[in-house]
């Protein structure tokens, strides 16, 4: 296997674009990331995103892409895993450069989820979950991590204003992220107060809905400094890992098997452990979602995730920062994009071009984006060049 | 939605049928071709008890559209037999009085209207026992 690359990254702007379609938004961010590496065509495209049939009505949208962005005839194929569909697109990215069936592949995640109202939305997303055995009995994504954030309070003793903590951060990271949807600090008593979605998750423990794009490009290590003039950030670990697609059917319900494995093999592959990591994007679709990814991939021993956000120990400067970007909360979640704006974060941090937000010293990343609740995750694992 | 949709599963919906492994014993709810634990293929069609504890639960304050007229509502995993969980509403019940580890029964409910049609759905949704309010 070949060790490859990525040399160029390129989003919009998240939250609602009224004016985008699904294929102008992600034309724009595919334009951004191939100009960002220099590079004026490609070998191969692949697109994340996880229902543009039930928000858009359109399905077959690998070649739609190719062909307004102008690289027909290069094969082009849509990804969809819930909302890890933007970490496994750029894993089919890394495995077709990796192999050598391919030099230049971009990997790119798109979501227009505004163009529907916001029951139907959650109910698009609700078919991540179990349709006949959990969607059919009225549950939704957020009443899935209630139930998942319900069985780790009683557990470990964590209130919700602990739990509020995990916002409150990532809106303090999103802040000073030019690409968020909501560039706005919050405060503890806020989420306390905003509305309650499903017991005990308020509203602003939740990420929102979301248009957007993100792409990159990948490339053979060897041919970065010949491709491109920009500093190439090395893929040093990829994993992907399944479990039970219904909640129910999980032993402990608070630990994510999916992410807990994948971490694991992308670990193994990379040579290090996690006290070798200085910075981590986790998928806190919700509040709940960031603490339980952080203990299942072992940032944190069982419990001791909860109180992190809390002590600053996860906020930038702190000793482990998580989600410098703003995370899914507020930098925003067009699902099928959020995988590959992990990436771009990663990318931007190790190249030090992270501005306001840039953790010193940063060498080493991880990113972990899940689909469902977490029946299936997918770990990458970057290095600085 | 395609009547046959709902048809088909009608077995579990109705009575709650499962399967439990002939060579592990792992039971498994809605059934299954293989068994995921010694990937065994074949089963014993069993039922299961309409009756189990409660896990965990939310209260579903947005619902999904074909929901909208039943919000708030309670929904809770519920332990039937050890080791296996099914997800289901929980009604009859005031909301604020709902304690994980409490006992439920199982009963036959009408769960939704599906669709353009508007067909009825109906399966199993969770009521306290009854001296759990008194
Ligand atoms: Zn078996």
């Known amino acids: 296997m070949r060790e490859v690359a990525v ?19 992600f034309v724009e961010a595919a334009l951004k ?35 307004y962005l102008g690289v027909c005839p290069v094969p082009a194929v849509r990804v969809e895993s819930a909302c890890a569909s933007g970490g496994v697109a750029f894993r089919q990215a ?24 916001g029951s139907e ?16 009995h009225g549950i939704t994504f957020p009443g899935l991590y209630a139930l998942i954030a319900r069985v780790y309070m009683q557990k470990y003793g964590i209130t919700s204003q602990d739990m509020a903590a995990v916002p409150v951060k990532n809106h303090a990271h999103g802040l000073k992220n030019p690409n968020a949807q ?6 503890i008593e806020e989420v306390l107060h905003s509305s309650m979605v499903a017991d005990p998750l308020h509203l602003l423990d939740c990420s929102p809905i979301t248009d957007g794009a993100a792409a990159v490009i990948l490339c053979p290590l060897e041919k970065a400094k010949s491709l491109s003039q920009k500093r190439p950030v090395k893929i040093l670990g990829s994993a992907h890992a399944t479990d039970s697609i219904a ?22 592959q990379a040579k290090i452990g996690p006290e070798s990591v200085n910075l981590v994007e986790v998928h806190d679709c919700f509040s709940i979602a960031e603490i339980c990814a952080l203990e299942s991939m072992g940032f944190f021993a069982p419990g001791q995730a909860g109180k992190a956000a809390g002590q600053g120990i996860t906020a930038l400067g702190g000793k482990l920062p998580v989600n410098v970007s703003g995370g899914l909360k507020s930098k925003g979640h067009p699902v099928g994009a ?48 | 939605m395609f009547p046959a949709k709902i048809w088909r599963e009608f077995p579990q919906r109705y009575r709650l049928e499962a399967a439990k492994c002939k060579k592990c014993g792992k039971t498994f709810f809605p059934p299954r071709l293989v068994c995921n634990s010694c990937f065994h293929r074949e089963f014993e069609s069993i039922k299961l008890p309409w009756e189990g504890t409660l896990v965990t639960y ?11 007229d039943q919000a708030p509502y309670a929904v809770g995993i519920i332990e039937v037999v050890p080791g296996l969980k099914i997800t289901c509403q929980i009604v009859d019940v005031d909301l604020d009085k709902l304690a994980s580890g409490q006992k439920l029964f199982l009963e036959f409910r009408l769960i939704q209207k599906d669709g353009k049609q508007g067909v009825l759905c109906y399966g199993y949704k969770a009521v306290p026992v009854a001296d759990y309010n008194s």
């Open chain 1, 247 to 268: 909640l129910h059917d999980r032993k402990q319900i608070e630990f994510f098997a999916s992410a807990a494995i994948a971490s694991k093999k992308a670990f193994a």
């Open chain 1, 121 to 136: 939305a959650t109910y698009a997303l609700g078919t991540a979950a179990d349709q006949e055995y959990e969607s059919f």
């Open chain 1, 7 to 25: 040399i160029g990254i390129g989003m919009t702007k998240w939250g609602e674009c009224w004016k985008s379609s699904l294929r102008d938004l």
């Open chain 1, 182 to 187: 909501f560039q706005r600090a919050i405060t």
């Open chain 1, 94 to 117: 890394y495995m077709e450069v990796a192999c050598g069936m391919s030099d230049i592949v971009l990997a790119g995640g798109v979501e227009k989820m505004t163009d529907v109202d």
């Open chain 1, 33 to 67: 990331a191939m100009d960002d590496a220099g590079i004026a065509q490609i070998d191969s495209l692949y697109v994340g995103c996880m229902s543009g049939g039930l928000f858009n009505g359109q399905e077959h949208i690998g070649p739609l892409m190719a062909d």
């Open chain 1, 338 to 385: 959020t995988g590959i704006a992990q990436i771009i974060e990663l990318v931007e941090q190790l190249r030090n071009e992270a501005g306001q937000r840039q953790v010193q010293n940063a060498k080493i990343g991880l990113a972990q984006n899940m689909g469902g609740t977490a029946a299936s995750s997918v770990v990458h694992i970057l290095e600085a060049c």
């Open chain 2, 58 to 68: 939310t209260i579903i304050r947005t619902p999904p559209s074909s929901f909208s």
